[in-house]
């Protein structure tokens, strides 16, 4: 009886733990996203750089958060499409600037997806919903030639 209370009492522990980070990484992802939102409408000189600098610590702030909990191409993913972003507004290049603010904010918002707790994908989505991460497999290629 003894040892089924000691794993409990750990099992609770554990659940709490993710149950906890879900709301803290979903919580990261929301301000982000909505600093993301007040950024300067066009990369002119005029623009409002105080966002992008709060932004900026803000990442700077939670890289260890993030290099924890992710996997280290979606931390590289996020930085790069970040700091392209900020390359893009700072050397005045509107249009390309807009698309990488765009994909940085899709980038957010899928990480936030996959972070998200979703118990009823726990138990009730099948595995032929779920993303392939070899997608050629030995059946797509001969199908394919």
Known sequence: MRSF???LVFFIAVVSAVILNSFYATHIYDNLLE???N???TADDGANFDV????CRFIDDNKYY??????QNNVNELICGYSDTLQYLKSGDTDSYLASLEKTKIIIKQMRKSEHLSLYHIFFES????????PYTAENISRST
């Open 52 to 55: 992008v600098e709060n932004t």
């Open 39 to 41: 950024f300067p409408e």
């Open 66 to 71: 993030f290099s924890f909990t992710l996997p």
């Open 5 to 7: 209370i000691i794993a």
């Open 35 to 37: 600093n993301l939102e």
């Open 127 to 134: 595995d032929k919903n779920k993303k392939r991460y070899f």
